[in-house]
């Protein structure tokens, strides 16, 4: 089962785990995926962390601790999730001293937050400050608010993952805020060489936003383009991402030390059981990227998953001509693109929501 992993990760896909929780640690879960899976880094969610407080043990005598010492729920919320992540971080450190753009562990600032830009900034500090590990990566949303707040956290020599991306259009205003703080953190003498960024683009969700839409539109021509928006505009996503990458201001910073911004391929999970379940990995293979996937995908690449070679790169006039014939068809992407990142922003607050009422519970039953 290991060997479709592995040839994935031989393919320069970095493979890593979307979950995370005190049992997967403790029990030497996650190390064992890290040595058996080719699992290399970690991402986290409120929702992740909602979960495994929710259904665990683990975390009811720091609770119970926290209590007695009269915090509320935000501090309650902030000591259990940055202590996860510090402590995946720890396992996953032997992979980033040997690989430093791996062996990442991502904790989200606060989602109320996506909207205030000084608000972002000040959170991401205080986790990398409490977290206090070189291979975590701080999340931040990528609204127009996120932009800048992106720009100041690298600038101060933080280490970011970008999220919540759907739009090449907004993908390359993430990338010029991380070349941004990148100039910044060079300016102010920082060591360039130490950060690390990935852009986390959001894949099934647009399937599942254009899909409905062909789907209501019904005509032949709208019904056999569904399925292939998501990929096409990941492998756009890509070709934006080569460009910044053959640019002289990116050329300049890599010459000052700076690491790329890797893209990361998100939301990898099919949620249309009539497409292939490894659909959102075997399409979107491609060097230097990562792939961050629900462990239910995970173990389905394990077992079926093939790797057919790189199926990315050259493929953007592909992918601009399904686009062509998404438009033709009547679907109006603009709009598409607004309501998957006020739906992401919407869900995350939710998710948030989530985990303070979960955690609320956790903290009467201590009582």
Known sequence: MTDRLKALADAGVSIWLDDLSRERIETGNLAELVRDRSVVGVTTNPTIFAGAIANGERYDAQVRQLVEGGVGVDEVIFALTTDDVRNACDVLAPVAAEHPADGRVSIEVEPTLANDTEATVASAKALWEAVDRPNALIKIPATLEGLPAIAATIAEGISVNVTLIFSVERYRAVMDAYLTGLERARD??????????????????????????????????ALALRGKAAVANARLAYAAFEEVIASDRWQSLAAAGANPQRPLWASTGVKNPAYPDTLYVTDLVVADTVNTMPEKTLQAFADHGEVEGDQVTGKADQAHEVFDRLSAAGVDLDDVFVVLETEGVDKFKVSWTELVETVEGQMEKAR
């Open 188 to 221: 102010a003498g920082i060591d360039l060489s130490t950060i690390q960024s990935v852009a986390s683009f959001f894949v099934s969700r647009v399937d599942t936003e254009i899909d409905a839409r062909l789907d209501k539109i019904g005509t032949d021509e």
